[in-house]
C-alpha cells in the first residue's frame, strides 16, 4: 500500500530545467572538425590517423567524412552544421506560406471577434 509520505518523495522530484554541461570532453573549436575531414578527404590521410592527430574519435570522424560525402557543401557556415553540429527540425510549410498562415489566422480573429489561435486549431 502506498502512503503519502512515500508519495511525496516522488511528487519532490524537479526535473532540470536548464542543463549545465560538467565537462570539457568532445568540445572542439570552430572548424576544427572540418579541418581534420577536409585532411581526410582532400588529402587523402587515413582515418587513423588523422584521429590520433587530432583527438577525435575514429568513428566520429568518419561519420563526419560521410556526413561530408553526402552532400554538396557551399560554404564552411553550413559544412559545420551537416558535419557534426545540430541542424534546424524540418519545415512542413515554406516561409511563405507561414507568413501567410499566419496572416490568414490573425485576420480570422479579427473577423471573429478575438479567437484565439488555439480556438482555431479546432
Known amino acids: 500500500m502506498v502512503s503519502l509520505k512515500n ?3 516522488f511528487v519532490k522530484c524537479n526535473m532540470v530545467r536548464h542543463y549545465i554541461r560538467k565537462t570539457e570532453r568532445c ?3 570552430d572548424g576544427y ?3 581534420a575531414v577536409t585532411k581526410v578527404v582532400a588529402e587523402n590521410q587515413k582515418v587513423c590517423d588523422v584521429s590520433k592527430a587530432t583527438s577525435i574519435p575514429k ?3 568518419l561519420r563526419y567524412v560521410k556526413n561530408f ?3 554538396e557543401i557551399k560554404d564552411e557556415a553550413e ?3 551537416i558535419i557534426g553540429g545540430h ?3 524540418r519545415k512542413v ?3 511563405k506560406q507561414e507568413s501567410n498562415l499566419r496572416n490568414y489566422v490573425k485576420r480570422a480573429s479579427d473577423i471573429n471577434h478575438g479567437i484565439t489561435t488555439t480556438e482555431s486549431q479546432t
Request: aromatic share 4%.
Open 93 to 95: 510549410l515554406k516561409s
Open 79 to 81: 559544412a559545420t552544421t
Open 69 to 71: 560525402l553526402a552532400v
Open 59 to 61: 568513428r566520429s570522424l
Open 27 to 29: 568540445m572542439y573549436p
Open 7 to 9: 508519495l511525496s518523495i
Open 33 to 35: 572538425i572540418l579541418k
Open 87 to 89: 541542424q534546424k527540425p
